[in-house]
Structure formats: C-alpha cells, structure tokens
C-alpha cells in the first residue's frame, strides 16, 4: 500500500510539474529510478496524441507494452490501475523479448532487452505505437522517447523523426522538458 501511495505522489508531482526536470531523489520520499519512469510512460498517454484510426472503438483499451524486466511492468500495473487514456483504460501486456509481434499503443522496451531494440523496433507496428526505451542511444536506434538517467535525473530523449513518422503528436509541454534528436543527433 506504501508503493501505491508513493506511486500516486509521484503522479500527481509529474503533472504539476510537467515544464520542469523530475529529480529522481526529490520526486518523492523513497521513489526509485523505475518508479519514476513508470510514471513517466504513464503520463506519455496523457501527453502524446495517437491518430483515430489507432483505435478501432472508444472503448476499446489503451494498451502499454513492456518488454523485459517484469517488476517493471508491475510498478507500471500500479501506477495505471483505475486510470484511462481518454475513453480508452489503460492495459498494461508483458511480452517476452523473443514475441514475433509487438502489439500495442505505447511499447516500453526495458534496457535489458535493448540488444534487440532495432529488431522490436522492426517488430512493432510503427505506425501509431509511441516506442519508449531506458536502453543506451534508444532515440538514436529507432525508439520514439528515450529515458535516461543523467547525474540523479531522468532525461527524455524524444525523436521527432520517429515519432512524426509513427503518425503521433507530442505536446508541447512534454517537449519543453526534454532533449530533442533528429535523425540520431541531439537539436
């Protein structure tokens, strides 16, 4: 229950403080690296607009993707529980690294499974699926956001290239906290 309450906190200190930098160590008393990035993809529903045609019914679920680190995934599990991405709840699906098929609306793909970034990448259907990695260089090797943790601090990486050519839209807001890449290289 500690976990839950921690997890909400640091919801609701994301979205009052969307324009500044999330300190890992002052987002929330006892939040991990991880929490914070769970709550970081939870908040890329709210923040990043997918085309119509990304769902086939109002009702239907927004899907998470994760791929990699199962504790992970069930840190995200909490930190979506009861909450919606417009009309759309949020599903949180695990997929094992070795999946022919990826898919979902927004693919997290943990850093343990970034070896096979590119062949995910290429797994997923790109078009209308916001691809969100924690591994090394993700932005650069075909994920749309990448998380990375500089001096206590997680960093967004956002490729516009990327994520123009899924079809998806970033709102400002999002972007003023983060690095843009284009074509690999920071702007």
């Known amino acids: 229950m500690a976990a839950l309450t921690v997890l909400r906190s640091l919801i609701l200190l994301l979205v009052l403080a969307v324009a500044a930098p999330i300190r890992v160590d002052a987002a929330a008393p006892g939040a991990t690296d991880q929490q914070v990035k769970a709550v970081f993809v939870y908040n890329f529903s709210r923040f990043v607009e997918w085309p119509a045609s990304a769902f086939a019914a109002d009702a239907e679920p927004f ?13 995200l599990e909490d930190v979506v529980r009861g909450e ?31 070896a096979r970034l590119a062949q995910m990448v ?28 500089v001096k206590s601090r997680i960093r967004m990486r956002v490729n516009m290239d990327h994520t123009r050519a899924a079809g998806l839209s970033v ?3 999002l972007l003023r906290q983060a690095e843009i890449v284009r074509n690999g290289a920071p702007r």
Do not use: K, Q, W
């Open 171 to 173: 709102n400002s807001n």
């Open 84 to 114: 919606s991405a417009g009309t759309h709840p949020i599903l949180v699906r695990r997929y094992p690294a070795t999946e022919d098929e990826l898919p979902a609306h927004l693919l997290f793909i943990d850093r343990s499974a970034g």
């Open 122 to 149: 290429a797994l997923a259907d790109v078009r209308g699926t916001l691809i969100v990695s924690d591994a090394e260089e993700a932005a650069s090797r075909g994920a749309m956001i990448e998380l990375a943790t």
């Open 63 to 75: 899907v998470i993707g994760v791929v990699g680190n199962d504790s992970f995934a069930a840190l």
